[in-house]
């Protein structure tokens, strides 16, 4: 009996110091720093952790996958999309924090003020925030004005719906002091829109023009629309003719949408309507000029043109 107990308790000890050994080895493991180089994996939605480990394995971030696997398993930690960037000295309890916390690859991206929303999805396309073609140029003109030109901070592959809707929010956040109905608004951000493609610099003057211009029932005469139309940067003489709503020497009263996603301060020119009698401008040798009536613009054309 006695000799039995010995040996029960020989192979008990054997057993706790074998549990011991793997437990150590275990917890090691997970803490044991390999270094991964510079890596990249993309995780897609409800992708299966046994793919994810697999494609970590192959890559070298990991090794001994079935031991990732068996934590997964027991622990139930989730894995959020997206794509992920590892680097340097990495254990795979690092690993599993990153994926655990979407600690994914981002990338920071600044939209200049006046920027067009095709440009701005250009933009997000160029640097994998969007899939190509995932935002139809149907949509331009609904999200046009709305995307509000600042630095943020995307995800990679985050998608249109979220990076656009993250655009569209801080919009409605900056310009919600102002105060406006959606149709009041949208009259504000067509004519600041107008306003800093025209010239940013003199905005109260050409805002002015402009609503002096609406008020009288003139054609606005404004290029920047009919470029925007035309995807232009310089117009011939026969675009003048171009049979588009944009094309403000025909048509009379704003453009259907905006032709820019305008800056606060275009929006705030927009917003004040300034008091005043101007009705024309030109720019000539990189400025703007302003004048009551046509007689004076003309004037003033006669007369640099013969100094020319």
Do not use: C
Request: zero cysteines; glycine letters at 6%.
């Amino acid at each position: 009996m006695k000799k039995i107990f010995i040996i029960e308790a020989f192979f008990g000890i054997i057993t706790t110091a074998v549990l011991v050994f793997l437990l150590i080895t275990y917890i090691s493991y997970f803490h044991k720093k390999i270094d991964v180089g510079h890596q990249t994996v993309r995780v897609e939605k409800n992708e299966s952790i046994t793919n994810v480990i697999k494609e970590l394995a192959g890559k070298g971030i990991i090794r001994k996958p079935s031991w990732l696997w068996y934590y997964y398993k027991v622990a139930r930690t989730k894995v959020q999309a997206g794509v992920y960037s590892f680097s340097g000295m990495l254990s795979p309890l690092d690993i599993v924090e990153k994926l655990k916390l979407g600690k994914v690859e981002t990338v920071s991206l600044t939209f200049p003020e006046g920027i067009t929303a095709k440009s701005a999805v250009s933009i997000l396309e160029a640097n994998q925030v969007i899939k190509p073609g995932s935002i139809s140029k149907n949509i331009y003109p609904f999200i046009e004005g709305y995307l509000f030109p600042d630095t943020y901070t995307f995800k990679i592959d985050e998608g249109a719906v979220s990076a656009i809707t993250k655009m569209i929010v801080h919009f409605q956040n900056k310009t919600k002091r102002f105060d406006l109905t959606d149709k009041k608004l949208r009259k504000i951000l067509i004519i600041a829109s107008l306003i800093e493609k025209e010239s940013i610099r003199k905005g109260r003057k050409v805002s002015e023009v402009i609503h002096n211009r609406l008020k009288r029932n003139m054609p606005l005469g404004l290029d920047s629309a009919l470029q925007y139309a035309l995807g232009k940067n310089r117009l011939n003489h026969a675009d003048f003719n171009a049979a588009t709503p944009y094309n403000l020497y025909k048509n009379r009263g704003l453009p259907p949408t905006p032709i820019s996603n305008p800056s606060l301060k275009a929006i705030q020119y927009a917003s004040d309507a300034p008091k005043g009698n101007l009705l024309y401008f030109l720019s000539y040798d990189g400025s703007t000029f302003f004048f009551t009536n046509y007689k004076k613009e003309k004037e003033w054309i006669k007369i640099h043109k013969k100094k020319e």
